[in-house]
């Protein structure tokens, strides 16, 4: 592809963009950079329109299922987890409550789960094979998106194991996708501050290149408005993109905010990014990601009005209902939705609500229908 001249204004590199040129590290950070929101929002919308259908936004329904809260990482931006050794609050979900979540969300309509747990240094990697197994043997086609890369290098090292036979033991005994999670900033500087004893950057994309290789579909994310730079918001950026030019495997991109209550990293962050700054940083990285097909909005961290907003900025798909989020609720942001709120806020915003499940496949292009007519009023 051309080559785009840093030189040039917000307009000329919009311009390059829409003819067809990859957005440039450099111009992608002069982009981060202005405060242009309303052009770079509308160029984002035009190749998320020629990317999506046009008239439609998804989601999906399901939940997250965190099988256990005990995590020896100490990242500081995280609320969640509880120390090994911590009877009081530490916790591994027995399996009769996760088969309980399970079925809960199957009888709402749900179609998989988003498991996640830190790294237990006591559970290896036989325990996650009997646990996904004894999922799919009582429910088949039920989905697991689980274990983010972090989790899946703590199992190896746990199980003395490789990263390809990790994954590939786990993929047979039912893990479907992996989720970006763990992911942050994928610059080592950044990742130093937060959290020295996890996986470094380049095992992260280890994680997914292997991942990737044996055919598996994983999501990528971004976590910024901490100690990061914009240049590293770039980089971070970058390294997805070479890594999904080499092997193809994201099939969406989701970035949020740092959600600082809470946390020991909020003691000493002051400052975190509005929500000008969230819709520029999601319209931006839809011009960067030409090769990642979807582009998600984070209504659980930004609320639902911004999430509605975000629709217009890049995003095609609105993410989860979520039937259940532990993560970013002990951080102190708690926004929930329902199927008909989605159904009403995507209806609002001038599109048409698609379930879908994790692999982008129509669940129900029309949703609505199954609604009362009292849960799909306009609302103001």
């Not at 989601?59 to 990482?73: L, Q, V, W």
């Not at 009877?87 to 409550?97: F, M």
């Not at 509605?308 to 039937?323: C, K, N, R, T, Y």
Request: glycine share 8%; with cysteine; proline share 4%.
């Amino acid at each position: 592809m051309a080559v785009i001249d840093s030189t040039r204004t917000v307009n000329e590199i919009l311009a390059g963009v829409l003819d067809g040129e990859r957005l440039s590290d450099t111009d992608a950070l002069a982009l981060m950079r202005t405060r242009d929101l309303v052009a770079i929002g509308a160029a984002a919308n035009e190749i998320r329109n020629r990317k999506a259908a046009p008239g439609e936004v998804t989601y999906i329904i399901d939940r997250n299922i965190n099988y256990s809260n005990i995590c020896s990482t100490d990242c500081n931006f995280c609320a969640f987890y509880r120390k090994p050794g911590d009877t009081r609050e530490g916790y591994v979900l027995p399996k009769q409550i996760i088969f309980a979540k399970i079925e809960e969300t199957i009888a709402l309509g749900g179609t998989g789960a988003l498991m996640q747990g830190g790294h237990n240094p006591d559970l290896d990697i036989e325990w996650y094979e009997d646990m996904f197994r004894s999922i799919k043997e009582r429910y088949p086609e039920f989905h697991l998106h689980a274990l983010s890369p972090p989790e899946i290098m703590h199992i190896s090292r746990r199980s003395h194991l490789d990263i390809p036979t990790t994954l590939s033991r786990l993929r047979d005994a039912g893990l479907g996708s992996l989720p970006g999670g763990g992911g942050e900033i994928l610059v080592d500087r950044v990742r130093k501050i937060l959290a020295p004893k996890k996986t470094k950057s380049d095992e992260w994309l280890e994680v997914m290149r292997q991942a990737h290789r044996q055919g598996m579909s994983t999501s990528a994310t971004m976590m910024y408005g901490h100690v990061e730079t914009l240049a590293e918001r770039v980089e971070h950026m970058r390294r997805l993109r070479d890594l999904q030019d080499e092997v193809p495997g994201f099939r969406a991109f989701i970035s949020w905010t740092f959600q600082p209550d809470n946390t020991e990293l909020g003691k000493t962050v002051h400052e975190t990014p509005t929500s000008f700054e969230y819709l520029l940083v999601q319209a931006i990285s839809r011009l960067y990601f030409d090769n990642i097909p979807h582009i998600q909005s984070s209504w659980v961290t930004q609320g639902m009005k911004i999430g509605q907003v975000a629709l217009h900025f890049g995003a095609d798909d609105l993410g989860s209902v979520m039937l259940e989020e532990n993560v970013v609720s002990s951080a102190g942001t708690t926004y929930r939705a329902s199927k008909e709120d989605f159904c009403r806020i995507i209806r609002n915003a001038g599109y048409q609500p698609v379930q879908r499940d994790t692999f982008y496949r129509v669940v129900d292009d029309n949703p609505e229908a199954s609604l009362r007519p009292a849960e799909i009023v306009e609302t103001a």
